[in-house]
């Protein structure tokens, strides 16, 4: 057997061992709930001294749904959403995200405010290593009320986000919640309203343990030290040939 595979293959067996030892040592995992529910719509009348009476119609309603779950009350109108997602230390790095919108299409009568009443719960659980810093990430909800045709990404009226950091540990945050959005205009106008739960993990590439580095610099300078004991040898052989 060449002396240099008799050397690195036990270093590269002891390595690899290293590595799936600190890598079972330290695995972690992370899940996470953002949920919405007991929504309702409701309107107030900003001049109650004219003769026009405050009103809503809701046209319409649709949803964006990533690893989300929506339910509807006894008038079928969605009033609930669930968002989970999570993350485990076992897996490859990278990403998991879980995102879920219910969006509610309505029309507001002239000096009124359109308000969004409900219940919201967001939950971030940690498990496994005290440590688990390597899974990054947290749980957030937010309630957005807008003009329809406006900016895209509107600024929220409402959030609420979980992230728990120790081991074995869980984050939670749970009440109830309103929100109010006025029309003063003389005329109605068109609103989207947005609830939105989201849960967002990363599990970030391990750094190897000092150990583990040790381990592969010796390796690395054994190396030279074989080749130079070979150049020697390879003179004595041929002039024992």
């Known amino acids: 057997m060449h002396p240099l595979s008799r050397l690195t293959k036990p270093l590269l067996a002891s390595a690899l061992l290293l590595c799936c030892f600190s890598a079972s040592a330290n695995s972690a995992s992370a899940s996470g709930t953002a949920a919405f529910s007991h929504l309702q719509l409701g309107v ?20 964006w749904l990533v690893g989300a779950t929506v339910s509807a009350g006894a008038d079928g109108v969605l009033d609930a959403i669930r968002v989970q997602g999570g993350q485990a230390s076992s897996e490859p790095p990278g990403y998991n995200i879980s995102d879920g919108s219910i969006f509610y299409h309505v029309n507001l009568s002239a000096h009124s405010a359109l308000t969004l009443s409900g219940h919201v719960l967001t939950s971030d659980a940690r498990f496994g290593d005290p440590t688990p810093d ?7 909800s937010f309630v957005y009320i807008s003009p329809a045709g ?32 006025a029309n003063t205009s003389d005329g109605a106008q068109d609103l989207i309203v947005q609830v939105r739960g989201y849960t967002n993990y990363q599990h970030a590439l391990q750094v190897p343990e000092p150990h583990t580095y040790a381990l592969l610099l010796a390796g690395l300078m054994a190396v030279p030290l074989v080749r130079r004991r070979q150049a020697r040898r390879q003179p004595q052989d041929r002039n024992a040939a």
């Open 150 to 181: 406006g900016p895209p990404y509107p600024h929220y009226l409402f959030q609420q986000y979980s992230s728990a950091w120790g081991g074995n540990t869980v984050a939670s945050t749970e009440r109830d919640f309103m929100v109010a959005f």
């Open 44 to 63: 107030i009348d900003l001049t109650p001294s004219d003769s026009q009476a405050a009103r809503y119609t809701l046209t319409s309603t649709d949803t």
């Open 134 to 140: 390597r899974i990054y990430g947290t749980v957030s």
